[in-house]
């Protein structure tokens, strides 16, 4: 069974750090691009961060870059995101998602979705 299962959510205070994790079973991340996605209340998901499968290349959305980092540990069939400077804005549902790389992250590029870690950030 084909599984994504995201962890790391939770409530912080603006200003401070969380480290999501995308672990996956039944499939090997290698062989895909994994994008982290995010849907706040009201609003579309959005593209936050995606990694390529061949050569490590990375997408960030303007409104994380330099507070976000997306890595891959292919020996733990994992992908983490790091959230440094969190801001009340970036609170909302966190998806990992598998797919292809093609430069940014295209939600209609992902077609295997985890069900989503809630992220709330406190002012």
């Known amino acids: 069974q084909v599984q994504l299962v995201e962890s790391g959510g939770g409530l912080v205070q603006s200003g401070g750090s969380l480290r999501l994790s995308c672990a996956a079973s039944g499939f090997t991340l290698d062989y895909y691009a994994i994008g982290w996605f995010r849907q706040a209340p009201g609003q579309e998901r959005e593209g936050v961060s995606c990694?390529?499968?061949?050569?490590?290349?990375?997408y960030y959305a303007d409104s994380v870059k330099g507070r976000f980092t997306i890595s891959r540990d292919n020996a733990k069939n994992t992908v983490y995101l790091q959230m440094n400077s969190l801001k009340p804005e970036d609170t909302a549902v966190y998806y990992c998602?598998?797919?292809?790389?093609?430069?940014?992250?295209?939600?209609?590029?992902?077609?295997?979705w985890g069900q989503g870690t809630q992220v709330t950030v406190s002012s």
């Open positions: 998602a598998a797919g292809y790389y093609s430069g940014s992250c295209k939600r209609a590029d992902f077609g295997s």
């Open positions: 990694i390529s499968s061949s050569d490590g290349s990375t």
